[in-house]
């Protein structure tokens, strides 16, 4: 393990604790000896701990062990410390980290540790809305009439004016709907109040107010272009009802659906566009049949134009009960003149 054996000045590289034994000569022809012992200390077990794989806009706490110092490589600027062992990392792209970590004798280790980043990885968000014209006071859920009678369309109604989606947020089959189906809703999502909307999908509203996505397997709707632990101004928008916002941004994804049946929940213009279904329970106004956020008298002929139709999926049927009769015209009535706020207007 020495380098030049016959030098005076050499290079140890021993892997264990050793003594050397040194023989020196002068020009006479004498000779002596000396020894010099060279400790070797065990280095760190340096551990930066398993890759991670997270979603655009998420943190992620780095852990490593071994030694009693660490030194952090940061890249792009994204850990809270580089001197600690368990900094937060918040990458915008894949970034490996490097942590060299100090023993208590002073020997040194290094490892690394991968964070991908997805950066289509979805966001859910959650929402409760109830509809005036199904809710059911019996029962305090919404009727799902329309899916019983096998009326509800298998691909969205908001691919046509004035929403326009475009998005195929639709199903393959009937049953592919699920059988607690109100009817479909359409949620917008903006960055502030007064933007416009940054992505869009259509959904599944159920009898007990809650939106959830197509693919029935998310507690809420999946949203592939949302940054996580981000606010955002939430909307529901419905075919043939007054479409509300949420009041203040909502931080996605959220584990408790927002609430848009709390009258304190939904944006307003002076009065709040919901109407009271029961103690602590408001629900989107019905009557808006032509889905510009204004229940007025073109609404009304809307309802004319679709009156007495029967068995069918219209946008004059307020009540949803199938039918376009009288009954729609006396839920649209008290309601003439209610205006949603200038944001969801069309």
Known sequence: TVANPSSATTTASPTATTTYTVTVTDAAGCSNTDQVTVTVDAAPLADAGSNISLCAGQSASLNASGGVA???SDPSGTLSSTTIANPTATPIGTTTYTVTVSGANGCTAVDQITVTVDPVCPVIVKAKVFLEGAYDAGTGFMRNTLYQRDLLPINHPYNVAPWNHSLADNVATYADL?????????????????????????????DDGSVVDIDGTADGIKFTNLLFNTPYFISIRHRNHLDVVSINPVVVPNATPYDFTDVNNVMTNGTAPVKFLATGLYGLYAGDFDSDGLILVSDLNKYYSESSFINEYVQGDGNMDRNVTVADFNIYQPNVSVTGVGLIRY
């Open 70 to 72: 660490y030194a952090w």
């Open 178 to 206: 699920p059988s607690n189906m109100i009817d479909w809703v359409l949620v917008d999502i903006r960055q502030t109040s007064d933007s416009t909307v940054i992505a869009s999908r259509a959904a599944f509203l159920l």
